[in-house]
C-alpha cells in the first residue's frame, strides 16, 4: 500500500512540475538562472550516484577486485556506452558478459 | 472547420513520422524496464501502473530501484522527483506559446510532456505559428510516445514475469542507467558533476534508507556549478 502512495506521490508531482510554468495564468516569470545552470548537473549527479554503487558494491561492501563480476562487466558496458550511446546495446552487452563470467567463474 | 481540418490532418501526421525514429530507443527501454519491474518486489502490476501514472523512464526506473532496496518512502519520492524536476524547465521554455492554447488543453497537454516531446515541439514550433496546428502537433507525438511506452512496459512485465532469477534482470537498472549517464555528460563540469556525486554515493550507500543518493546528487550538482564557474 505504501509503494502505491509512493508512485501516486511521484506521478503528482511530475505532472505538477510539467503544468508549473505552463499552467501558471498571467504570470510571466521564468526561472532564476542559478537553478537552471543547476538543471543541467542533475542528470550526470543522479545517474552516477545510481550506477557507481551499483558496480562497485554489489553485496554491500566495496570490492574492486576482478572477482566483482557486475564491476567487470560494467566496465564493458561502460566502453559500449561511451562508444554507441546506445541503451539497448549497452545493457546486452553488460547482460551478457554477466552471464558468461558467472558461467566460467 | 472547414478550413480548420487539413490542418489538424497535416499537424497529426507530422507529429507520428516526427516521433517514430525516436520509438525505435523508447521501445526497447520500456520492455527493460518491464521485465525488470516484474522481477523485483515492485512485482508486475504496480511496476506496469508506473507507467501511466509517473510516464517517465528514468524517474520509474529509479522508484522502482530504490522500492526493491526498501528505500524510505521519502527518499523514494524526492529521488524520483529530482530526476523528473528538469520538467520545470520545459514547461518554463514552452508556457509562451501554450498561452495561445484554449484552457483544457493547457491543462492536459503537459501530461504528455517529455523529453523527446519537447525537443520535435520547440523544433517544430519555430517554424509552425498556427496556434491549431501546434497543439495537434504536440498531441500527435505525445500520444504516439505514450501509446509506444505503455505498451512496450506492458509486454516487458508480461515477458518479464517468467524469467528466472538466474538471468540476474536487475543488473539491467545500472546498465540503463550507465547507458543514458554517457549521453548525459557534456563538457569538463558535467564529468565533474558525474565523478564527484558517483564517488560520494559509493562512500555515502551505508546511510540508512538511501539518503545517501540525496547527498551525492547534491554533491554532484554543486561540483558541476563550481566548475562551471571556474572554468568560465
Known sequence: MTNVIVVVVIGVGSYLFRLSFIGAVGSRRTLPPALLRAFEFIAPSVLAALVLPALVRPEGAVDLSPGNLRLVAGILAALVAWRTRDVLLTTGVGLGALWILQAVT | ?232
Open chain 2, 1 to 232: 472547420m472547414s478550413t480548420r481540418s487539413p490542418t489538424v490532418r497535416r499537424a497529426v501526421g507530422d507529429g507520428i513520422k516526427a516521433m517514430a525514429p525516436l520509438l525505435l530507443g523508447v521501445v526497447p527501454f520500456g520492455l527493460i524496464f518491464g521485465v525488470t519491474a516484474a522481477s523485483t518486489a515492485v512485482g508486475g502490476v504496480l511496476g506496469f501502473l508506473t507507467s501511466p501514472i509517473i510516464f517517465g523512464g528514468a524517474a520509474q526506473l529509479v522508484a522502482v530501484q530504490l522500492i526493491d532496496e526498501g528505500a524510505a518512502a521519502i527518499v523514494v519520492v524526492t529521488t524520483a522527483l529530482v530526476v523528473n524536476s528538469r520538467h520545470v524547465m520545459y514547461s518554463a521554455a514552452m508556457a509562451e506559446p501554450f498561452r495561445a492554447f484554449p484552457t483544457p488543453w493547457r491543462w492536459s497537454l503537459p501530461y504528455l510532456l517529455t523529453d523527446q516531446a519537447f525537443v520535435l515541439a520547440s523544433a517544430r514550433w519555430a517554424t509552425e505559428e498556427d496556434p491549431v496546428y501546434r497543439r495537434w502537433f504536440f498531441l500527435s507525438t505525445g500520444l504516439s510516445l505514450w501509446i509506444a511506452w505503455q505498451t512496450a512496459t506492458a509486454v516487458g512485465v508480461i515477458v518479464g514475469a517468467g524469467i528466472p532469477a538466474w538471468w540476474s534482470l536487475d543488473f539491467a537498472i545500472p546498465l540503463v542507467f550507465l547507458a543514458l549517464l554517457t549521453s548525459s555528460v557534456k563538457g569538463r563540469a558535467g564529468l565533474a558533476a558525474a565523478a564527484t556525486a558517483g564517488v560520494v554515493a559509493v562512500v555515502a550507500a551505508g546511510m540508512p534508507w538511501n539518503v545517501g543518493l540525496t547527498v551525492a546528487a547534491a554533491a554532484g550538482i554543486t561540483a558541476g556549478i563550481t566548475v562551471r564557474r571556474w572554468s568560465g
